[in-house]
């Protein structure tokens, strides 16, 4: 079955980085796009950015644009998310999942269990 579980989450003050990982498994990873969502306390899902199956294509938030990157490890079955000068309003559950499609209709399918990413000084 598809399992994904992130890891990286951690406390960093404002303007720091930090890098997030998801471990893939259960599918044929370099297949799928696969994407990050995010969610601030007491806010709904806000979705972060989209990468292809063979990590040619990326896409991005407005909000995280030229300030993170996505990118993909497909012999590892690794996603990546690559966080630069990370703000306050940057915090929140970090979760990755895999997009299905149906018909012409996409959806996330599979999430993983999130990594918490604080940034505060």
């Known amino acids: 079955q598809v399992q994904l579980v992130e890891s990286g989450g951690d406390l960093v003050q404002p303007g720091g980085s930090l890098r997030l990982s998801c471990a893939a498994s259960?599918?044929?990873?370099?297949?799928?796009?696969m994407g990050w969502v995010r969610q601030a306390p007491g806010k709904g899902l806000e979705w972060v950015s989209d990468?292809?199956?063979?990590?040619?294509?990326?896409d991005y938030a407005d909000s995280v644009l030229g300030r993170f990157t996505t990118s993909r490890d497909n012999d590892k079955n690794t996603l990546s998310l690559q966080m630069n000068s990370l703000k306050p309003e940057d915090t929140a559950v970090y979760y990755c999942?895999?997009?299905?499609?149906?018909?012409?209709?996409?959806?996330?399918?599979?999430w993983g269990q999130g990594t918490q990413v604080t940034v505060s000084s």
């Open positions: 990468i292809k199956g063979d990590g040619d294509i990326t």
């Open positions: 999942a895999k997009w299905d499609q149906f018909g012409s209709s996409w959806y996330l399918s599979s």
């Open positions: 259960g599918f044929t990873f370099s297949s799928y796009w």
